[in-house]
Each structure stands twice: as C-alpha cells, then as structure tokens.
C-alpha cells in the first residue's frame, strides 16, 4: 500500500495548468486529473519542468496504463482505454513501487 498526496485538478483551468512551473515535487506528491467524462483523454508536458509519470485509470479505479513524460514537451501521452482519471507523479514513481497497468488505485473521489 502507497499513500499518495495528491492535489486535484477537476475543473478545464485547473487541468489546463495541472504541474506546470514547477521546479520540484516531494516523492509521494502528485496531481490527479478528473475529467467530465469517460474517454481517450492525453496528457502533454508543454511548461511543465519537471519529468512525470501518469497513470490513465478507468472509472473503476483500474490502471490501464503508464506512460513515462519528458519535461517541456508537446508530445501526446493518451489512455490506451476509456479513462476516468490520470494520476501524475514523479517519473519512475510507478515503476519502483512495481505499479503496472491492472492495479487498482483506492480512494479516488467520485466525479460529479
């Protein structure tokens, strides 16, 4: 088990900025990003300066997949399934901690 501090970005402005600018990051801090629907939601790192890891998750809380981020990029990280959330973290926070795609992540907030 891996507690997680993790701000929320649930609104277009608050996911529009999620971790840019940012120059650091504490190891068990992240962002999670709900959208307003189910679907093939991307992520991309324009501003963003620190390397990321995100994790697409369907509405059950299942990983679908992780994709690792290169810092102030504009290159496309998408859900390979319908997704619900994607949770951003330090690069390689999945990794060590043996997170793969089919793991379930606990205590997400329900979308409105």
Do not use: Q
Not at 57 to 70: K, L, P
Request: one cysteine or more.
């Amino acid at each position: 088990m891996h507690r997680i501090d993790a701000e929320v970005a649930a609104t277009d402005e608050s996911r529009m900025v999620g971790l840019m600018h940012r120059k650091s990051m504490p190891e068990a801090r992240g962002m999670l990003f709900i959208f307003d629907g189910v679907g093939s939601h991307c992520m991309w790192m324009k501003d963003t300066w620190l390397p990321l890891s995100v994790a697409f998750i369907d509405e059950s809380g299942r990983i679908t997949n992780v994709e690792d981020m290169a810092p102030e990029t504009e290159d496309s990280h998408c859900a390979a399934s319908p997704a619900r959330y994607a949770l951003e973290m330090n690069r390689g926070w999945f990794k060590t901690r043996g997170i793969k795609p089919g793991a379930r992540i606990s205590g997400l907030p329900r979308p409105r």
